[in-house]
């Protein structure tokens, strides 16, 4: 009698196993959401919520082994500023996990390690042959000491393939006046920030308790960067600065509200070592597709900077805060994406009384390692409507963006803390 | 000190049921509201148009503020309370002050070229919109936080 149910059981046992197995089978893409998780999107793509964390998820990393880390701007109440996620067959995940009781931005995995900053550290965690982290309350410190000084706190990093880290340390300040954002307040000279921000430092990824005098300014020039990422294809680094704020606020008979809307551009850098992007001395006009003169340094509007400055590899509509960059490489999506750039545009606020504009995900197609054609609108509409876009107060702000395994794109929102999954349904 | 305090908390103790049995009084015979008819429509135009031109861009048009990078400015303490503490917010500007449970990153510049009287107009202003209900802002006590401000 008792062999006998246990013979049941086991059999039971053995069908559901292998149910679940085809169910996984079948999963092989994932399903969107009947809504596409209220975005728009290519024809062909699909979108589902991964999850609702409730939380300011600002970056995100999906490990080989399929791993998801996000990293909070601060932590919850239970002091986890690291969320793991773990997925079900259908895609849905479950926060399975938390850790690092600190606030930030970056995060970035390798098959090894989970690297993950504060606003003035990086740390990193040691991965199991699953991707999940075996040291959660003992990290090792890589870098220490950066400066915060509140405003472009965030320590975004990438790492290339020499091991090599590169961490972003924004500007304290609009555009290094004498009193910051003050109107008619003119560019302290020789601008004293760009000895310890305003660029983007490198440092070793297996060094220990490395600061400034451990490394070296890659490159200078930048207000703050907190999308940034290391394109395999033509071994170099890109980042997305955002562009200085208040043009017409604090230079009203040079700027009008409408041109202070559009100007500058937020740009697209292809960055080699030393390069200097010209922050806070000039700004990057798209209409006239000049470098011209801060207001701050004996701008008007009309001067073009005769410096040697690099040159933007792409322009972007102003003040929209791109806060994620990432270069493509699966091969999930069809091929005019491959190796081309996705960037999450958090959404302007420096745009009033114009509507504001962004809380969408650009593709940026390249060839050859290099931007190659206009920029198109891949993801819109996190902002929930059009009405609340405009009034800068959108539903989600996208902040992060990962590729999974599978080559899906997977989105953070850090307003409302959506984790978004974008998939290529193939024919 | 310590003393003192307790003094203080005592009266203020010993004060509030007092104030919450006249409540019923009140209540039989309304008082008129004062403090409507107390704002200055002068105050509140003047004051709006300052708003657009030195104000909006940063704590935008309904005065939410940005997400964790302008200061809103409806309905918090700094807004609705004590008028001194608020000038001097325009007066010497602000960064980094933790506003109901919440810091924002940018730096407020000071406003401290506007007059008295545009501190004031402005000020009624943000008081008595976005949802916001409070006392006007008169000249007269920004002239005197300026005053006490420039020790």
Request: net charge positive.
């Amino acid at each position: 009698m008792k062999s006998t149910t246990s013979r049941y059981l086991l059999l039971a046992t053995a069908v559901a196993g292998s149910l679940s197995l085809a169910a996984l089978k079948n999963e092989d893409k994932i399903v969107a959401d009947a809504d596409n998780a209220g975005l728009t999107l290519p024809a062909g793509f699909g979108a589902l919520k991964v999850a609702d964390t409730g939380t300011r998820a600002r970056h995100i990393t999906v490990t080989p082994q399929g791993t998801i880390f996000v990293k909070l701007n601060r932590p919850t109440k239970e002091g986890q500023g690291i969320l793991q996620l773990r997925e079900g067959g259908t895609g849905k995940a479950t926060v399975v996990a938390g850790f690092g009781n600190y606030g930030g931005t970056g995060i970035y995995s390798t098959k090894d390690y989970l690297y993950a900053s504060s606003d003035e550290e990086v740390f990193r965690y040691k991965l199991n042959a699953k991707g999940e982290v075996t040291n959660p309350t003992q990290p090792e410190k890589v870098i220490t000491g950066l400066l915060n000084r509140q405003q472009h706190e965030s320590k975004s990093i990438t790492l290339d393939q020499a091991g090599n880290i590169y961490v972003n340390v924004g500007a304290y300040a609009n555009s290094c006046q004498v009193k910051d954002r003050q109107k008619g307040s003119m560019g302290r000279p020789n601008c004293p920030i760009l000895d310890s921000a305003g660029g983007i430092w490198q440092f070793r990824a297996d060094k220990l308790n490395q600061t400034y005098g451990d490394g070296t300014r890659y490159a200078t020039g930048l207000r703050n960067v907190v999308g940034l990422d290391w394109n395999a294809k033509s071994n170099q680094l890109f980042v997305m600065q955002h562009g200085r704020d208040q043009l017409h606020d604090n230079f009203p008979e040079l700027y009008d509200t409408k041109e202070s809307a559009e100007l500058p551009a937020e740009c697209l850098y292809a960055l080699n070592k030393g390069d200097n992007a010209g922050w806070p001395y000039t700004y990057f006009d798209p209409a006239k597709n000049k470098i011209m003169v801060s207001p701050e340094y004996g701008g008007d509007g009309k001067k073009v900077s005769t410096g040697s400055y690099l040159a933007p590899a792409m322009a972007y509509p102003a003040h929209t805060a791109p806060n994620a960059l990432l270069f493509y490489t699966g091969t999930m999506f069809p091929e005019k994406y491959r190796n081309g750039a996705f960037i999450a545009f958090h959404g302007s606020w420096n745009r009033a009384p114009e509507p504001q504009k962004g809380y969408y995900v650009v593709f940026q197609p390249f060839e050859n390692g290099k931007p190659s054609g206009p920029y198109e609108v891949f993801a819109d509409n996190f902002a929930g409507t059009p009405e609340k876009a405009n009034a800068g107060r959108p539903d989600h702000k996208p902040c992060g963006l990962a590729q999974g395994t599978d080559g899906s794109l997977y989105v953070t929102d850090d307003k409302a803390g959506s984790i978004y999954r974008i998939v290529y349904a193939k024919k | 000190m310590k003393q003192m305090m307790f003094v203080l908390g005592a009266l203020v103790w010993a004060a509030t049921p007092a104030a919450a049995q006249k409540k019923p009084i009140s209540k039989a015979k309304p008082v008129a509201k004062p403090a409507a008819a107390a704002i200055p429509a002068a105050s509140l135009a003047l004051g709006k148009t300052l708003y657009v031109q030195n104000c909006l861009s940063c704590h935008q048009a309904d005065g939410g503020g940005v997400d964790r990078m302008n200061a809103p400015l409806t309905k918090t303490t700094w807004v609705l309370g004590d008028k001194t503490p608020l000038v001097k917010v325009l007066l010497n500007g602000m960064q980094g002050v933790e506003i109901d449970g919440e810091r924002y990153a940018n730096v407020m510049p000071a406003f401290d070229y506007l007059t008295d009287q545009q501190i004031a107009d402005v000020l009624t202003y943000v008081r008595n919109s976005f949802g916001n209900k409070a006392t006007a802002v008169k000249a007269a006590e920004v002239k005197a936080v300026r005053a006490a401000n420039k020790k």
